[in-house]
Nanobody, 116 residues
Framework: QVQLVESGGGLVQPGGSLRLSCAAS????????MSWYRQAPGKERVLVAA????????NYADSVKGRFTISRDNAQNTVYLQMNSLKPDDTAVYYC?????????WGQGTEVTVSS
């Protein structure tokens, strides 16, 4: 069955870094565009970063440009989100998503808290 399992969340001080991972199984990972979303308490889920299935084309929300980097390892069926210079506003549950045509899968989320 399809699984997307996020990991790497936790508590970090402002200015710190975290690396999130999303391990995929149950589908052909390399065919899917992958993305990270986040949902802060009381707010809607929003796109943070995305990476295409081919060419490693990426795009980012303006709020994270220059601080976050999305990457993928098709051999390991894993997508990553390197988060640097973290701010309290980055506090949220982070979800990974796989998309191809009309197929879409979500992970269960990993919580990131940025606080001193």
């Amino acid at each position: 069955q399809v699984q997307l399992v996020e990991s790497g969340g936790g508590l970090v001080q402002p200015g710190g870094s975290l690396r999130l991972s999303c391990a995929a199984s149950g589908f052909t990972f390399r065919w899917y565009a992958m993305s990270w979303y986040r949902q802060a308490p009381g707010k809607e889920r929003v796109l943070v970063a995305a990476i295409a299935s081919v060419g490693n084309i990426t795009n980012y929300a303006d709020s994270v440009k220059g601080r976050f980097t999305i990457s993928r390892d098709n051999a390991q069926n894993t997508v990553y989100l390197q988060m640097n210079s973290l701010k309290p506003d980055d506090t949220a549950v982070y979800y990974c998503r796989a998309v191809k045509a009309t197929s879409s899968y979500w992970g269960q989320g990993t919580e990131v808290t940025v606080s001193s």
